[in-house]
């Protein structure tokens, strides 16, 4: 075993195989890593996260220093908060696969936490000569150790203040709020003393509360490089930025740039507190995860961790070994179901229940983890199958992007009964129906009724479902109904980027208008769409702003705006208070109302016999809907009973009326028994505050009446006595 004592002497032995990354021991720390193709891996001790030069350095002896393809020390003397990193070496052969380079500091995979606090500079990290003509089939003899990231050495201190852990709330009573820890207190009007971080966050919980949401699901906070888009802003020439965090590089590691008290490990403290905070108001974490590629892009990509320690494993490469196969659309796909990098990521997603406490995951792209080795779509994935039956993971939330980049769409199709999966086609039915598309009652009905054609043929229930109008992915709620078009150009892509298919409507202005009637209908419409969610039956997901109108100025994929497009302007808040109060509200009768929360799919029989199908579908005179390509109108009518709905005891009926034409329509009342009567609880036509009103605050609605309906409107009456 070599040692070079640089600055400091540590007294070193063999360690052992597992655990595997850094862990801390009262006397020392114990390291281990994998690669099964290197012939040589050197440990390296920095001071600083800048330090070119390592302050000790020690060559692992393969005879004393390894077991199987498990490369470990331990060492003596250091403690939490020493910064590492890794060099592998080993064959360069890029046409075969192989692209090992000493000159090239490596991350740990498990590693807990990375210096973030500083521009990471990817050009010396490529393994190639960036100026031969031989491009990535040359060999760079620059070192990039100053500019890379390290590890940091961590220990379990953090208090949890008692018995915290995962909340466990229902998938029926579920509401998520897609969010995103920079942007939601970054702007100088959300008034935090830590804007953009952890903290930030902590300090709002106070209004996540009053809104009613019951988890966050915070876009990607493992440690990204930020600063690898090259591009500036063709209008303001700012430097555009990795703003969303789909590139991430360290799984285990909390993002650096997200803390308010510093980058060197005390990330991952602050996140806890974040977790604990938010656990202590009811509310579950959820996180976006990315499992599908990596920040080390395609075969042109900086070399940081996996492509430097075993890239024939880690990624999925073309028959020949030199490209990559890119099913993520991000220059790499991850091997999820090699058995090791299977393994590595059961092993992530543990760590981040067990140590960091969080409820959920939402998949990326989570079709690719359904790819064999070869790429192709397999029908019982290994690695899928894992996640769903661990049993440490049972009651974690798991929720698929069920689609990935390269043409796979499993919505409905995600294998196996236990993932939920975001459902696109919820969120462009309800689009066209309240645009007044032409063929969508049918489809509204099916979507409100939990998309039983999606998900009952697999046994799975409604709340397999997670519907959503908007997501980060695309249109605010306030530009979908303000912008015909997405407006993308700052970007710099030439408004090439982003979908093109948005079934939005501007209602007769592009963008912002004084226009009072224009502005009158976007604001029914914007209430047509909360509306609509919240009494579907399945997981709404909000999208974090919505609830006051946030505008990304017609911009549809934000994903390099680190800026006042994508930040939360919180003026908004006062400016649409309708709008706050609206959401908040419907929250509100959501919770207080188990028929629409549903653990199973409706009948459409009276299976409590109390006189009431579970639900009955309703034209304006109360006969069969109009389910032909030219109606716009639908009712429905809801059993409340507990029998139906599993709940302590018996609801209100709810009675649903959707008029997405541009006419009045009058509807009949169904018949109740003497005793009850019907309620009006939402109109999104009248103005705020009668559009809903509070439980208790119900407006009554004469017997034997009908109701008018104006157009673009939704009504919502209750029955009680």
Not at 45 to 65: C, H, I, Q, W, Y
Not at 247 to 276: D, H, L
Not at 643 to 671: C, M, Q, R, W
Request: glycine share 8%.
């Amino acid at each position: 075993m070599k040692i070079k004592r640089i600055k400091s002497s540590f007294k070193t032995y063999p360690g052992k195989p597992i655990p595997l990354g850094a862990t801390v021991y009262e006397h020392g720390v114990q390291f281990s890593i994998f690669s099964r193709h290197a012939t040589s891996i050197i440990l390296q001790l920095f001071d600083k996260s800048k330090d070119k030069d390592p302050s000790f350095e020690v060559a692992l002896d393969p005879e004393r220093n390894k077991t199987g393809d498990i490369w470990h020390i331990f060492i003596e003397g250091i403690k939490s908060g020493q910064l590492y990193g890794y060099r592998a070496d080993g064959p360069y052969q890029p046409k075969d696969g192989m692209r090992f380079s000493k000159n090239k500091l490596l991350l740990d995979p498990y590693a807990l936490a990375v210096t973030g606090n500083f521009n990471w500079n990817l050009s010396d990290a490529r393994s190639y000569d960036i100026n031969s003509s031989e491009s990535d089939l040359s060999y760079s003899l620059i070192d990039s150790a100053g500019g890379a990231p390290k590890c940091i050495v961590l220990s379990d201190s953090f208090n949890w203040w008692g018995d915290d852990r995962p909340l466990k709330i229902p998938h029926r009573d579920t509401i998520i709020y897609e969010t995103h820890v920079r942007g939601f207190t970054c702007h100088t009007t959300s008034k935090v003393k830590h804007p953009g971080t952890f903290q930030g966050l902590i300090e709002k919980i106070p209004y996540l509360k009053e809104l009613g949401i019951t988890a966050v699901e915070l876009l990607p906070i493992q440690e990204f490089d930020e600063s690898e888009i090259m591009r500036k802003n063709p209008l303001t020439g700012e430097q555009l930025m990795n703003y969303w965090g789909y590139n991430t590089i360290s799984f285990f590691a909390p993002k650096g740039r997200y803390s308010s008290s510093g980058s060197i490990g005390e990330q991952v403290g602050e996140f806890k507190k974040m977790v604990r905070e938010l656990h202590k108001a009811g509310i579950e974490v959820i996180l976006d995860v990315v499992f599908n590629h990596t920040a080390e892009g395609d075969e042109t990509g900086p070399t940081l961790c996996f492509r430097g320690l075993d890239n024939t494993i880690y990624y999925l490469l073309d028959d020949r070994g030199r490209r990559y196969r890119n099913y993520s659309g991000c220059g790499n796909t991850l091997n999820c179901n090699h058995p090791l990098v299977r393994g590595f990521i059961l092993d992530c997603l543990l760590y981040w229940v067990v140590e960091m406490h969080v409820d959920g995951f939402r998949f990326d792209l989570a079709s690719i983890l359904g790819r064999d080795q070869d790429g192709k779509i397999l029908e019982n994935p290994p690695l899928i199958e894992r996640i769903a039956e661990n049993p440490i993971l049972r009651d974690t939330k798991i929720i698929a992007e069920a689609w990935d980049a390269a043409g796979a769409y499993q919505v409905g199709s995600f294998p196996g009964t236990r993932w939920a999966e975001w459902n696109g086609i919820f969120r462009d039915d309800i689009r066209r129906f309240w645009r007044g598309d032409p063929g969508m009652v049918p489809k509204l009905a099916t979507r409100l009724a939990g998309s039983s054609d999606l998900y009952q043929e697999s046994g799975r229930a409604p709340f397999h479902s997670i519907n959503f109008v908007t997501c980060h992915d695309g249109f605010t709620l306030h530009d979908l109904v303000s912008y015909n078009t997405k407006h993308n150009e700052e970007n710099g892509e030439e408004n090439q980027d982003g979908s093109n298919e948005n079934f939005s409507c501007n209602y007769g202005v592009e963008g912002e208008t004084d226009n009072g009637k224009i502005n009158a209908m976007r604001t029914c419409q914007i209430k047509n769409f909360l509306s609509t969610l919240m009494l579907s039956q399945g997981v709404p997901m909000l999208l974090g702003g919505d609830e006051f109108r946030r505008t990304q100025r017609g911009n549809n994929n934000a994903y390099c705006q680190n800026n006042e497009i994508s930040w939360y302007n919180w003026n908004f808040l006062q400016r649409h208070e309708e709008i706050f109060r609206f959401t908040k509200e419907i929250i509100a009768f959501r919770k207080r109302h188990p028929s629409l929360r549903r653990t199973r799919f409706f009948t459409g029989r009276d299976n409590d016999r109390n006189s009431i199908s579970d639900i009955n579908w309703y034209s304006p005179v109360l006969t069969q809907p109009d389910w032909s390509k030219k109606s716009k109108l639908l009712a429905c009518l809801i059993d409340g009973s507990r029998l139906e709905t599993d709940a302590e005891e018996d609801g209100n009926d709810l009675y649903l009326i959707f008029n997405a034409s541009k006419k009045l329509h009058v509807f009949n009342l169904p018949n109740l028994p003497s005793e009850k009567k019907w309620w009006r609880a939402v109109d999104t036509s009248l103005p705020s505050p009668k559009d809903i009103v509070p439980e208790g605050e119900e407006v009554f609605v004469k017997p034997n009446s009908r109701y008018a309906v104006a157009p673009l409107s939704t009504v919502v009456l209750i029955s009680k006595a």
